[in-house]
Each structure stands twice: as C-alpha cells, then as structure tokens.
C-alpha cells in the first residue's frame, strides 16, 4: 500500500477544506430522538420548512417552544431575525451553543402570557398539545399579543386521531390534542383567514384531515 | 341469475339518477391527447378547495367546461362558473345541473362584481394581455368580500420550454414564482406562495415548480 494519498482523496480534502468547522454536538432530546427514531428529523424539518416558506423572507421571526432550536437554521435562513423561547434551561443553552448568529436570539422563559415584542411571524410546533385545556386560552391570547398587525401564524400539532399510534413518552405529554376541526375553529378566533394542511411523514397535503398524522394550521388577517 | 350478478345490479342501480356526464372539446381534447393534465387540473381545484373550506360561494374565473367549478361546488358549498366560451359553458351546464353549482357565459372582466368567500382564477392569467393584467386583478379583488380569499394558478415560465404547441400559442403573460408573488401583494396583504409537479402541491424550490398556485388574503383597499 502506498503511504501518498490518492488524487481522489486530495480531491475530496479540498472539498472539506471548503467546509468549515460546522459540528455539533446535539442536546438531550435530538439525540434521543436521533437514537431511537431518526426518521423523525426529516419530519419535523419539513413541518419548520413549510412554515418557513408560509413566513416568507425578509420577516422576524418568533418561535414558541423552540426546544434544542432544530428547527432555527431553516427559520432563521430567509428572516430578518429569529427569536426562540422555551422554559427548558438546558435546551436553550443547546440551542445557543449550536445556532449562534446575530440575527438569533434564545431566550429561557415561560412564555404563557407574556410579550416578546411584535413579531410578523409566530411559529409554535409541536407545544399546544403538551399545553392543559385550562390553559389555552392563555396560550391564543400569548400568540396574539406577540404578533404584529399583518403579522401570520403558523401552529402545527399531531391528529387526535393518530394518538393511537404514538410512543408512550408522546401519549403521556399530550394532554390537549386536537382534531383539524378544533385547530381551525381556535384558529379563527383569532382569524379571519385560517389555511390548515396535513402532514403524513414529511410529505404536506390537503387531503382528508382525519387520516393526516399531523396538522398545520395558518393563520392571518387577525380578528381585531 | 347468479347471485353475484344481482349484487352488482344492486350497485349498479345506486349511480343512477343523473344524466351522463359529458367531455367536451377541451377536456376530451386532455384525454385524447393530454390525458395526466385532467389529473393535474383536478388537484390544482382540490387544493384551492380545500383552501376555501366549507359553507362558502365560490367564483370560478374562466371555468371552461366546469369540471373544476363542480369540485369547489361540492366541496365548499356553492359555485359559480363564468367563461367566455359558450360551448364550454354549455357543456358544463348540461353536466352539473344541481343548485350548488351555476354557470354563466360572459367575460370576467365585465361582470357587474359581488361579494364572493372565495375567487379561483385557473389558467387563466397567463392568457391575458399585460395591459389588462391590472384590471384583471382588480376585478378580482373588487369581487372579494373583505376576509375573502383569491387562489390564482399558472404555469411557471421556467416549464414553457416542455409546453406543447397548443399550449403555448395561448400564453401571453407567463409568470415566474416570484413576479406572481410580487404582483399580487400590490392587490393582497398575505400572500402564500405553492408548486406543483404534476398532481403534488408542495412548497419546494419555486424555479423547479411546473406549475405556480398563489393564495392571497386581507384584499388592499
């Protein structure tokens, strides 16, 4: 065996030269997730890419409940910015090790109720369900009060009618979970316009909504 | 009679109670020649219905033989066709004759407008000359009540190139995703931009979509 490296294998170091040093380490929950499901990532990807492209570009971003902050790359590609909150300490500071930039902001807080600023988009996947039914209400209201006037929605949540099917860690938090119908009825109090899709796997549709596994919904042209 | 065939004159008895349905010249023309742009053209209508939802009137801007008209009738709760075709409209007539669904043979441009849920504008805008393009928009809104929304498809220009002859002989004002998006938020506030590749909507690399499908609301006054 020869010790001079192959031309294919100077050709590929000036590839990786090229990039950088981008690794990470991710935090609890994604590489729980990566080890026991890792399909699963290209599903969440394509919900936070479908709600990236319904934000549109050039809009600043709000994420309710942004965890480990997966999703903040393909939110925060075309914003003007990104703010992500969620009450989980150790997530948050995942999320700021791994996603640093200036134009992302990472903030550890309860946010039910309160007020980040007025933001055109406001994006919350995978949280109303793991929010009680006495809380709900505070939940729309929190949503309403951080978005601006021609600010867009984006909420998306598993199918109460694919509960059946979900992990027992998933069964014990989901303790509010909707039907396409619920999701479109909260919505349009707060909207006049409500837009709901349905995601099986990674693949988004309009299809018959009992049998999506996950729901979309946006929402714009806010009630006054 | 074996038992089996009384079953399926059973089933059979059940699809009466309407008259046949018709294809006319520009939908037989899809299936003799073109026939996955039927698939296509249904999909496109059942995404812009299911934009719509239920219990709304719908304003179907150049419907042709109706075909799409009849899917946002049944699925959202009443439509009404316009086309300046008279033989289209006459075929759609004489296939979807129920009180959800009506047709009228005019040009869109001069119907008195009303205070429609919803506007669709399939395959339409792309034959419409540029200095008409303004007007047709603002009819488009002038026909909108003040939460209604409007879902305009077109091809994409970057798919002229695959187009068939007849296809293109037509195509006066072709549009890339990004001039469709940016000429309708002069008209609209919010505007959601899809693909489609064949029958799949989807929300992919707009230059790659064969086809443009734009959702727009909150009408700019």
């Given amino acids: ?224 | 009679m074996a038992p089996d065939q009384s079953q399926w004159d059973d089933v059979t008895e059940m699809m009466d109670g309407g008259p046949d349905v018709n294809l006319g010249k520009y939908i037989g023309y899809w299936f003799e020649n073109t026939p996955r742009r039927a698939l296509f053209s249904t999909s496109y209508y059942k995404f812009a219905a299911k934009m719509i939802g239920h219990g709304k009137r719908v304003l179907d801007a150049g419907c042709n033989e109706g075909l799409g008209t009849w899917i946002l009738a049944s699925e959202c709760g009443s439509a009404k066709g316009i086309d300046q075709d008279g033989d289209a409209i006459q075929t759609a007539r004489s296939n979807w004759n129920d009180p959800r669904v009506e047709f009228h043979e005019g040009d869109f441009l001069q119907l008195p407008p009303e205070q429609w849920d919803a506007v669709v504008s399939l395959d339409v805008i792309e034959h419409i000359l540029q200095e008409n393009v303004d007007q047709f928009w603002r009819r488009i809104v002038d026909n909108l009540s003040h939460d209604g929304i409007a879902i305009i498809g077109a091809p994409s220009l970057e798919g002229q190139i695959y187009a068939s002859e007849v296809s293109k002989a037509g195509h006066v004002n072709l549009y890339t995703a990004e001039r469709l998006e940016k000429e309708m938020r002069t008209y609209f506030t919010h505007v959601f931009l899809f693909g489609a590749n064949d029958e799949i909507v989807h929300t992919g690399f707009p230059p790659m979509s064969h086809y443009l499908l734009v959702v727009g609301c909150k009408k700019r006054v």
């Fill in chain 1, 1 to 224: 065996m020869s010790s001079n490296p192959s031309p294919e294998k100077k050709q590929w170091e000036r590839v990786t030269d090229m990039l950088g040093d981008a690794g990470k380490t991710l935090g609890r929950h994604w590489s729980y997730n990566l080890r026991a499901d890792p399909k699963r990532l290209g599903f969440v990807l394509s919900r936070y890419k479908f709600a990236a492209k319904m934000a549109g570009r050039e809009r600043s971003v709000l994420e309710l409940g942004c965890s480990e902050g997966i999703g903040v790359p393909i939110l925060s590609e075309f914003a003007i910015s990104y703010t992500g909150v969620d009450l989980d300490g150790p997530a948050i500071e995942t999320a700021k090790k791994n996603w640093p930039h200036e134009k992302r902001r990472f903030i550890e807080d309860d946010f039910m109720g309160k007020s980040y600023g007025h933001f055109d988009s406001v994006i919350s996947l995978d949280v109303i369900e793991h929010i009680y039914p006495e809380y709900e209400s505070v939940f729309w209201e929190t949503v309403a009060a951080n978005l601006g006037e021609d600010g867009i929605v984006v909420i998306g949540t598993p199918n109460i009618t694919a509960q059946a099917y979900a992990s027992p860690a998933s069964q014990k938090g989901h303790v509010n979970l909707f039907s396409a119908e619920r999701l479109t009825t909260a919505m349009k109090t707060l909207f006049y316009n409500v837009f709901l899709f349905g995601m099986n796997d990674e693949c988004m549709h309009t299809g018959f909504p009992a049998m999506a596994h996950y729901l979309l919904a946006v929402g714009c042209y806010r009630r006054q």
